[in-house]
Each structure stands twice: as structure tokens, then as C-alpha cells.
């Protein structure tokens, strides 16, 4: 799995599959949060998603739930997210 840094999600998400499709924040300016300072923000290239979720369905884990990964996927575009709901379909 590719993961480019640590998994920030909430508490009812802890079942849940972890799916890197950003990685960082694209903010990144808030003075309380220390997430993301040591990573820069980026977007998985499709390659990466195509490789994980080939690793999930190899691993033969039985999943429900996929939780998208990194401080901002709802950054991407309409296209781009059906585009990932595609794949992981
Ligand atoms: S992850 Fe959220 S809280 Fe943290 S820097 Fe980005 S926008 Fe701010």
C-alpha cells in the first residue's frame, strides 16, 4: 500500500479500508494542526490507487468500506472521484 504519511481519520472510520488518493494538506496553514507539516501535499497518480486496491483484493480481506485517504480528496475533481469509485467498483 502506498501511504506518504500518517493515517488521519475518524473514530468511526477505525473498520474501514485505508485508500491513499491525496496525500498532505492542501491548506496546511492551521496553527493547531500538526498533521500534515512534514508532508507535501500531493495526488496519488491513478498507478498507485490501481496498485492498492489490487493489493486489497489480493489480500483476500473482506471489505465493506473504503475510507479515501489524505487531508483532502473531495479536492479532486467530479471526474477524477468517479473515476476512483470506478475503480474500486
Ligand atoms: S488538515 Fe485541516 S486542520 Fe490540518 S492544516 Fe489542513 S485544513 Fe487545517
Not at 472510520?13 to 491525496?22: H, I, K, M, Y
Amino acid at each position: 500500500m502506498h501511504f506518504s504519511c500518517g493515517i488521519v481519520r475518524p473514530p468511526y472510520e477505525a473498520g474501514s479500508c485505508f485508500l491513499q488518493v491525496t496525500s498532505g494538506c492542501s491548506h496546511n496553514k492551521c496553527r493547531f494542526c500538526t498533521f500534515y507539516k512534514e508532508a507535501p501535499f500531493a495526488v496519488s497518480p491513478e498507478r498507485e490507487i490501481r496498485e492498492d486496491l489490487q493489493e486489497i483484493r489480493d489480500s483476500g480481506w473482506k471489505v465493506n468500506r473504503i475510507f479515501l485517504q489524505g487531508a483532502d480528496p473531495f479536492l479532486l475533481s467530479y471526474g477524477r472521484l468517479k473515476r476512483i469509485m470506478d475503480l474500486i467498483k
